[in-house]
């Protein structure tokens, strides 16, 4: 079964600074997407990035990058100029290639940004 | 992206009596999920909705307590039976969309906060 690990249930970063946010996975699958979701106090499920493991290159979106690591299962986020809009609780998940297949979600990361 | 709707945002209901959740999207969609997040926990997926066939399960979740229609490729609607207080959480549904390669990111509806008294 995959797993999702998120190690940091909290973060904190001072306005304008860089914060990474880890993510683990676990699967025996060679195809697979992995995301980052965000979750506003308005609950509203928002996609931030998504990775494709079959592209070597790291995904980016504006101010939001990840490193992937296949080798390590391991998918971080980074936040670059983070903003007073960023503070949110972070998901990271896993879905196998198949069609219809199901999203397995981190346990969340909570992130504050310091004015 | 889909653009998808959900009524009702919030409801706070007795227990014992049952709440009918709506999602509508603006698209046609293959795949429609819908997802239990309890206070303070992550999203723990309750069933697969396709258009046309059962709803197939998650383990721990049945169909008598979490019935789900899916009567077309727009609209499903996931019903929350014989309400108790841990029922209470945020019901999303989300869809698959389709671009490029077949069903590879999902898009999440706003959710529909309940607490059962």
């Known amino acids: 079964a995959q797993t999702v690990t998120q190690s940091q249930p909290e973060m904190s970063v001072q306005e304008a600074e860089t914060v990474t946010l880890s993510c683990t996975y676990d699967?025996?699958?060679?195809?697979?997407?992995l995301f980052w979701y965000k979750q506003p106090p308005s609950r509203q499920m928002i996609l931030v990035i998504r990775?494709?493991?079959?592209?070597?290159q790291n995904a980016t979106e504006n101010r939001f990058s990840v490193n992937f690591q296949k080798a390590a299962k391991s998918f971080s986020l980074k936040i670059s100029d983070s903003q007073l809009g960023d503070a949110a609780m972070y998901f990271c998940?896993?879905?196998?290639?198949?069609?219809?297949?199901?999203?397995?979600f981190g346990e969340g990361t909570q992130l504050t940004v310091n004015p | 992206s889909a653009v998808i709707s959900q009524k009702p945002s919030r409801d706070i209901c007795q227990r014992g009596t049952s709440l009918t959740i709506q999602c509508q999207v603006d698209?046609?969609?293959?795949?429609m999920f819908w997802y239990r997040q309890q206070p303070g926990q992550s999203l723990t997926l309750i069933a697969t909705?396709?258009?046309?066939?059962?709803?197939?399960?998650e383990s721990g979740f049945v169909i008598d307590k979490f019935p789900i229609s899916r009567p077309n490729l727009t609209f499903s609607t996931l019903t929350v039976s014989n309400m108790s207080p841990e029922d209470s959480s945020i019901y999303l549904c989300?869809?698959?969309?389709?671009?490029?390669?077949?069903?590879?990111?999902?898009?999440f509806g706003p959710g529909t906060r309940l607490l059962v008294l």
């Open positions: 989300s869809v698959d969309w389709i671009r490029g390669r077949l069903g590879e990111t999902q898009y």
């Open positions: 699967t025996s699958e060679s195809d697979y997407y």
């Open positions: 990775q494709e493991a079959y592209k070597q």
């Open positions: 998940a896993y879905r196998p290639e198949t069609s219809g297949s199901r999203l397995t």
């Open positions: 698209s046609q969609v293959t795949m």
């Open positions: 909705a396709n258009q046309g066939s059962e709803a197939t399960y």
